[in-house]
């Protein structure tokens, strides 16, 4: 058999988790998490970490191996995971890949472009220009550094004007010119499987979910990393809410509504970008036997 990387998609809540581990129970093999949340070990409510239960079942890579006080990224993603996924394709021969990091996911099955290290100084420099100057300050200096990532890029999200602007200000070079777009070949099989449903259902779904979260206790694990707020790791949905209500900025109500709203609206950009990859082969979570099916036939092609 050739070895092959399983790779379960689709929206947050929709049971990528759940579907995965049916598979790698069916299949005897493994699961590779590729969720930037979840691997860091203060965060699991909030990140819908599998339960104990469910990681005593298959064995689970990449979910609470890190701490959110460490510099994590798309690319250092990319070498750990798939030096990862090679020494385990040593004693099998499929491997199961899920989680709603679409960028992570892309970084193991396309590759990601070498991006220099974040240099502290520079970042501190301009996350002061953009409390003191505002973020139009920001959207100018990267039109005089990059015109062409200036034109792509989301100028609403002040994370990726800084990160490129770091890049700009550390190599002299514009961020667009480390952006090539090439897909690098991967020794093995990537076989993607796709999950969506009817969208009010998933709806829904997310709204029961982030209940779920407030009773399991997803206020108090907030709290317990709420000093470390200004982290990168914690600007996520979920704790940025709750945080603001700390903050006596908003009602818990409002907070709550306020996840579910913002979890929805990640559901709809996660399908976008998912809708663009014509690798996907669709299918609703209910469709277990149809998926494994699916697989068993192509896993020799």
Known sequence: MKKTLLVVQGPTGIGKSNLSIQLANHFQTEIVSA??????????????????EELKQVSHHLIHSHSILEDYNASRFETEAVGLISRLFNKLDLLVMTGGSMLYVDAVCKGIDFQPDVDPEIRERLMRDL??????????????????YY??????????????????????????????????????????IGLNMD?????????????????????????????HRHLNSLNTVGYKELFAYFDHEISREEAVELI??????????????????????????????????????????
């Open 35 to 52: 969720d930037s949340r979840q691997l860091f070990k203060e965060l699991s409510i909030g990140t819908a970490v599998p339960t104990p």
């Open 199 to 227: 969208r009010e259902h998933l709806y829904e779904r997310i709204n029961q979910r982030v209940d779920q979260m407030m009773q399991a206790g997803l206020e108090n694990e907030a709290r317990s990393i709420s000093p």
């Open 131 to 148: 409390e003191e100057k505002g973020i139009e300050h920001l959207r100018l200096q990267l039109k005089q550094l990059d015109e062409a």
């Open 151 to 192: 034109q792509q890029v989301d100028l609403k999200n002040p994370k990726r004007l800084i990160r490129a602007l770091e890049v700009c200000l550390m190599t002299g070079k514009p961020y667009s010119s480390f952006r090539t777009e090439t897909t690098k070949k991967r020794p093995f099989q990537i076989l993607k």
């Open 260 to 301: 579910k709203r913002n979890t929805r609206r990640y559901a709809r950009k996660q399908l976008t970008w998912l809708r663009k990859d014509e690798a996907i082969h669709w299918f609703e979570p209910h469709q277990r036997s149809e998926i494994i099916d699916f697989i068993e036939q192509n896993l020799n092609q």
